[in-house]
């Protein structure tokens, strides 16, 4: 990078540490208790929940790998951020005001008061495990990944000291600060992505042409791949630069009403990096008016990260076709075409200088705050669902503190330590949603029916949890080939994995229900949740911009069906 370059970034860097620094300091006579470490002392504003929500969800694994998608198979991955703008209405017209009404700091929580306390320790070892082994490292090894192709030629001779470096950067604010540091510094953190994000978007685009320009540069798109703004694929309607049917990711109309719905309310309803912002409200009310504000800035996401992606596509290709023969040296990796460099080789070959470091600033920021917030969420289930009811019962304000610091700083060095095992992988956004897929059905089934079905038993959750991964692994075996001209080759179906989360839901659902009503013989348990309309009752904020959201939407599918 250029001597401006490296200004800017200082800049943004500095400023991030400052805010962060400055919001979580402690005022005289005051000591930071759990309540302020975990759930920024339950204050925030709307406009602070809906843009940390944005800037924990969008990181690498967005920039890189939706863009590397977008290069792919093109803008039907969008709908995992369009679709994921209607889940969010869900969540805050129907999850939250239960999760809020019990006073929850994690998810993991609301198990304990539904179920038992055995399931709410098995689900919290999970998902510290899943943070750490999947979440964090992922992250880390992606954001790296990009800046190593930026900072270098994508050799990894800058891996290590980009992993370390994210990894220090998100610790030095998000670990004394806690969730406070890191949704205040989200605000500024959204912004430089979405700022930064346009800046290549628009670079990209303007690249297109001749005369250049952002509206030229999308018509051009879509005349030179009509085909990479399809929505909903027909199967052999995609075939990526590696040879494999986009249809396998992204199964047609079961993307509207099949297994995206399992992969979005899973993520957006019961993450715990995700959904503990919105409970650190000041008031339900100011909760949902967040969610709106998220929903909508979901909807410009795909402009960012997808688009790039595309125009990437475009200007690797030769007659529409992106092949090794075409495709820049960089693209070339030992699996064949490495379809996520597609957005660090937009930087590295068209951003300007000084422009450079604003773009850097803003996949940085990206990366940074979801590590912030996975850290937070992996101190605040160790302490809250671990440590305090099970190691320390009688355990003090401060030393919960001391403990979610000590936590979050042990799952980051292992995080560290793993990120460079994960290799070379084609899709990497695709590859996390697939196996988060083997998962997220069975615990899915698990919270909904003990939102909404009365009569759920904790025997009935505990033995869906349990059956539900062996049967997730039944619908991948066929599907990986992993027992290709055996004489087992029959037994398994071959499915998409959007298709396989469907069926492992619905399965497990059936499971739940079958062994709740043997057991409690049609009684309603004990532990249900008593729903009432006023319950689920929003104000006109909510309801006005969940209609206009919605509007979008239909208008967005019918135009790019």
């Known amino acids: 990078m250029e001597l401006l370059d490296i200004i800017v970034f200082a800049a943004y860097g500095a400023l991030i540490l400052g805010i962060g620094l400055f919001v979580s300091r402690e005022k005289k006579g005051h000591i930071k208790d759990s309540k302020d470490y975990f759930l920024a002392s339950k204050a925030l504003p709307w406009w602070a929940i809906g843009a940390s929500l944005i800037a924990a969800n969008i990181s690498a694994e967005q920039f890189i790998g939706m863009s590397g998608s977008g290069f792919a198979i093109g803008l039907a991955?969008?709908?995992?951020?369009?679709?994921?703008?209607?889940?969010?209405?869900?969540?805050?017209?129907?999850?939250?005001?239960?999760?809020?009404?019990?006073?929850?700091?994690?998810?993991p929580q609301f198990l304990e008061k539904r179920y038992s306390t055995n399931l709410k320790s098995i689900l919290a070892v999970f998902w510290i495990a899943l943070f750490v082994f999947v979440n964090l490292t992922t992250v880390l090894y992606l954001g790296a990944k990009a800046l190593d192709t930026i900072l270098g030629d994508g050799d990894g001779s800058y891996q290590m000291i980009s992993i370390i470096g994210l990894a220090v950067f998100a610790a030095a604010y998000s670990l004394w600060g806690g969730l406070k540091a890191v949704a205040w510094t989200d605000v500024v953190q959204v912004i430089m992505l979405v700022v930064g994000?346009?800046?290549?978007?628009?670079?990209?685009?303007?690249?297109?042409?001749?005369?250049?320009?952002?509206?030229?540069?999308?018509?051009?798109?879509?005349?030179?791949?009509?085909?990479?703004?399809?929505?909903?694929?027909?199967?052999?309607?995609?075939?990526?630069?590696?040879?494999?049917?986009?249809?396998?990711?992204?199964?047609?109309?079961?993307?509207?009403?099949?297994?995206?719905?399992?992969?979005?309310?899973?993520?957006?309803?019961?993450?715990?990096?995700?959904?503990?912002?919105?409970?650190?409200?000041?008031?339900?009310?100011?909760?949902?008016?967040?969610?709106?504000f998220a929903a909508f800035l979901k909807l410009i996401i795909p402009l960012i990260v997808v688009i790039p992606g595309i125009a990437a596509y475009v200007l690797n290709s030769q007659g529409g076709i992106v092949s090794a023969d075409t495709a820049d040296a960089m693209f070339i990796g030992t699996n064949g075409i490495d379809n996520d460099k597609a957005y660090p080789w937009l930087i590295a070959q068209f951003v300007p200088t000084g422009l450079r470091g604003l773009v850097l600033a803003a996949l940085t920021a990206a990366i940074v705050s979801s590590l912030a917030s996975m850290l937070n969420?992996?101190?605040?289930?160790?302490?809250?669902?671990?440590?305090?009811?099970?190691?320390?019962?009688?355990?003090?304000?401060?030393?919960?503190?001391?403990?979610?610091?000590?936590?979050?700083?042990?799952?980051?060095?292992?995080?560290?330590?793993?990120?460079?095992?994960?290799?070379?992988?084609?899709?990497?956004?695709?590859?996390?949603?697939?196996?988060?897929?083997?998962?997220?059905?069975?615990?899915?089934?698990?919270?909904?029916?003990?939102?909404?079905?009365k009569r759920t038993t904790n025997n009935g959750a505990i033995w869906g949890a349990l059956l539900s991964i062996p049967l997730a692994f039944f619908f991948k075996v066929g599907s990986k080939g992993w027992v290709s001209g055996s004489a087992l080759e029959g037994i398994f179906p071959t499915l998409p994995f959007m298709d396989q989360m469907g069926l492992t839901f619905l399965v497990t659902a059936l499971i739940i229900l079958v062994i709740s009503h043997i057991e409690g013989k049609g009684k309603v348990n004990e532990k249900g949740i008593p729903l009432s309309k006023s319950l689920f009752a929003t104000g006109p904020t909510f309801n006005i911009g969940a209609f206009v959201a919605c509007i979008i939407l239909v208008v967005l599918y019918t135009v790019f069906w």
């Open 77 to 107: 991955i969008a709908s995992y951020e369009w679709m994921a703008a209607l889940t969010l209405l869900i969540v805050g017209k129907f999850f939250l005001p239960i999760f809020i009404e019990k006073q929850l700091y994690t998810i």
């Open 377 to 453: 969420s992996t101190a605040t289930i160790f302490t809250m669902d671990l440590y305090k009811p099970i190691i320390k019962p009688g355990a003090s304000e401060s030393q919960m503190v001391s403990v979610g610091r000590i936590s979050a700083t042990v799952a980051l060095i292992i995080a560290v330590l793993m990120a460079p095992m994960l290799g070379t992988l084609p899709q990497a956004f695709q590859f996390i949603q697939e196996y988060t897929g083997l998962v997220s059905p069975g615990i899915l089934a698990i919270f909904m029916l003990g939102l909404f079905w």
């Open 197 to 292: 994000g346009l800046v290549t978007t628009v670079i990209a685009l303007d690249a297109l042409t001749p005369d250049g320009g952002f509206f030229a540069g999308l018509a051009y798109l879509y005349e030179q791949v009509p085909e990479k703004f399809s929505m909903i694929l027909d199967k052999g309607e995609i075939i990526t630069p590696n040879g494999t049917d986009a249809f396998n990711d992204l199964p047609g109309i079961a993307v509207l009403i099949g297994g995206m719905w399992i992969a979005n309310l899973y993520y957006w309803g019961f993450n715990q990096y995700i959904i503990q912002r919105t409970l650190a409200a000041k008031s339900l009310a100011e909760s949902q008016k967040g969610i709106v």
